[in-house]
Structures are given as C-alpha cells and as structure tokens.
C-alpha cells in the first residue's frame, strides 16, 4: 500500500495536496466559508476560545491562534492537554473550548474536553476519526477529512487541522463581521491556491535528499520562526526529533537573543523561516545575529539570502498561509530524509505509538 513510497510518511507528505482539497470540498465555497455540520448556535454567546490539544495537534492549535486572533477578532488561548488539566483552570460558560486531534482517542485530550464539559462549556472537536471517543464526547466536530495517516509522524493530519482552523476563522469573521469583505475576498483566494503550495515538487525533494547529508551530525538543530512561523517551527523539530533522534527545538526567532544564542557556533545547525509576507526584516535580522555567532544557517525563503549557508527557495510569496504550508513540506521531506539517511524505521520510530491512549 505504500504505492512506489518508501515510507508512509513520504506517501503521506505527498497526499496532503489532494486531501487538503478534500477538507475544503463544499466547505470553501465561491463567497465564504460553510460547515453544513455546525449548529450556528454552538457560537451564540462565545466570547472566547480555548483550544487545547497534544504533540503536532497542540501546534495546529497555537497557529489557529493567530489567525483567530487576528482575522475574526477573537480572544483565544491554546493549552497542552496534560498542563491543562491539573492546572485548576478558570473556566466560563463564554468560552468555546476546542479539541484537535488526529486519531480522536488521546487521554489527555479526552479527559480535558470532559473537564470542560463539566465546567457547562460548549465543545468542538476538530478531529480525523469519525466516532471517536473525543468525537462522541464533544458537542460538535468537524472532520478533517485526512485519510487514515500510519505514520507515527503526523504530516497530512496537521496540515488539515490547520486548514480547518484557517476556514473556521473565515467563518467566524463572516458571523461576526470582524473580516471585511475584501479581507474575506484574499482570504478565500488564497485558500483556493492552498492545494497547489501542497504540491511535491521533484526538485524539492532531490534538494533536501542532497542537503539531508550536511545536517547529520552536529549539536543540534534549532527551528526558528516569527507569528505562524513560530508553531510552525515546534512542529518542525517535533518532526525531526520523532524521526531521527537528532536533538531539535523550536524557537520564537525573536527569543534567540534571551539565551539560546549562547549556543551558536557552527555545529549549530539553524533552520530559519523567513516567510516574505510576514515579519520578513525582523527574522532576517535575527538570522543575521544568528549568523555573526558562526550558526550554520539553512535559510527556508522566497527571498535570496546571502548569509545563509544553504538555501531553499519557496515559491509562494504572496499570502502567509500558502507560504506556511509550503515551508511545512520543506521541513517535513528534511525529517524524513535525514532520517532514512539514518537508516531508521521513519514509520515506526522508537518509543512512539501513533496513538497515545494513556496519560
Ligand atoms: O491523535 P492526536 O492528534 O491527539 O495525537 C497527539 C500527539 O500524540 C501526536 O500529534 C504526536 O505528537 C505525533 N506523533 C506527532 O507527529
């Protein structure tokens, strides 16, 4: 079933363009955004949204963060399900709490959800198994329509949480009337040009087949980024760190300076995000610090930099999100080569389960 793929992650990494098509389909339609499953009145009287998740799940929530934040104006946090749930949380009926999760059956994110429903608040899960148990506890979902995902890694499910979230912005926005219309307008466009920035290009992946020998050795990796980029960089060296034991961590570019520049030499492998449309001078100047320490720096960008030890063009620098997504596939085809350069199993890497169903 691994279809010519030698992994299921690598087959997974190149489905994402068509089941991210699937996740839109009759949902982003010509002129807004509609979920056909949703009860309108699951929204009346939300002030605010918590989003609470585990792993890759946890960092689709922290990236529909920003965007609920910034495009519907909504007030919202993220929190890890096992933080959340000891922490004697402040809970009011005003918020919507949502759950993201791929196979529906994490503990954690189970157990929280029934915390939250018994503190009277409203649920929605965002989840990839239909009847699940998350699914069958929360008020309402939605479906993200991946596919079944065997990879331990989690590639084309995180990318459909995030495409949901993105939609689910949209729709809240057009509730509340805090998108303009033309905001609404670019939004939905670039929406409809997401399954083109899911596309593998060959020359991508023999890039990262030939750069994945570099990055094999050192003292370890940092991912960077600023805005969505930031989650965007968890997620990354999650990846790596699942797949090939390398030590990795995922920074906010502009926390380098606090203390983790301390680290820089050349041993230090940097995989900076240094999206056009967003924050580009900030990170580039970071980068830029990061580089006078000696940093060894792999620069993931639509704009030539001159720093950067070994460079990796992305193409779509007109909206943020289809240079999120673009950048993901660079990170996650870095993962999976630099791992089966490692000669490990990428599909069932040591000590993971694809379902996490104790505590
Ligand atoms: O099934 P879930 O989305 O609830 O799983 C949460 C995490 O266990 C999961 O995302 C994990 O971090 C993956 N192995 C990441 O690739």
């Not at 004697?88 to 929280?112: M, W």
Request: glycine share 6%.
């Amino acid at each position: 079933q691994k279809e010519g793929y030698r992994f299921f992650m690598e087959k997974e990494i190149y489905e994402q363009s068509t089941v991210i098509g699937d996740t839109m389909l009759g949902r982003v339609l010509e002129d807004r955004v509609e979920f056909e499953e949703l009860d309108p009145s699951l929204f009346e009287g939300i002030r605010s949204i918590k989003i609470c998740a585990c792993g890759t799940s946890y960092h689709a929530g922290l990236t529909g963060a920003y965007l609920l934040e910034r495009l519907a104006k909504i007030p919202c946090q993220v929190e890890i399900a096992s933080e959340f749930r000891y922490k004697e949380p402040l809970l009011t009926p005003d918020t919507l709490f949502i759950v993201i999760s791929q196979s529906g059956e994490t503990a954690d994110t189970l157990e929280a959800l029934k915390m939250a429903k018994r503190a009277g608040l409203k649920s929605l899960s965002i989840c990839n198994v239909d009847n699940s148990s998350i699914v069958r506890e929360s008020d309402a979902t939605i479906l993200t329509r991946a596919g079944i995902e065997k990879g331990v890694a989690s590639t084309k499910a995180f990318a459909t949480q995030v495409m949901v979230l993105w939609m689910l912005t949209l729709y809240l926005g057009q509730k509340h009337r805090t998108l303009a219309p033309e905001t609404l307008a670019k939004e939905l466009d670039a929406m409809r040009h997401t399954p083109r920035a899911l596309l593998v290009e060959e020359k991508l992946h023999e890039k990262l087949h030939r750069l994945s020998k570099r990055y094999l050795h050192g003292h370890g990796f940092f991912f960077i980024g600023r805005d969505l980029f930031f989650p965007l960089a968890l997620e990354g060296a999650l990846k790596l760190k699942e797949i090939s034991y390398l030590h990795a961590e995922g920074y906010p570019a502009g926390e380098m300076k606090h203390g983790p520049i301390a680290l820089a030499d050349a041993e230090l492998f940097t995989i900076a995000l240094m999206p056009k449309t967003l924050l580009y001078d900030k990170i580039k100047s970071n980068v830029e610090e990061l580089s006078a320490r000696d940093a060894t720096i792999l620069a993931i960008s639509p704009e030539e930099f001159e720093l950067a030890d070994d460079f990796v063009r992305t193409k779509n620098g007109d909206h943020p999100m289809l240079e999120f997504f673009e950048m993901m596939v660079v990170t996650q085809l870095l993962a999976l080569e630099i791992s089966i350069r490692l000669g490990n199993d990428v599909d069932m890497p040591r000590n993971l389960a694809k379902s996490v169903t104790v505590e």
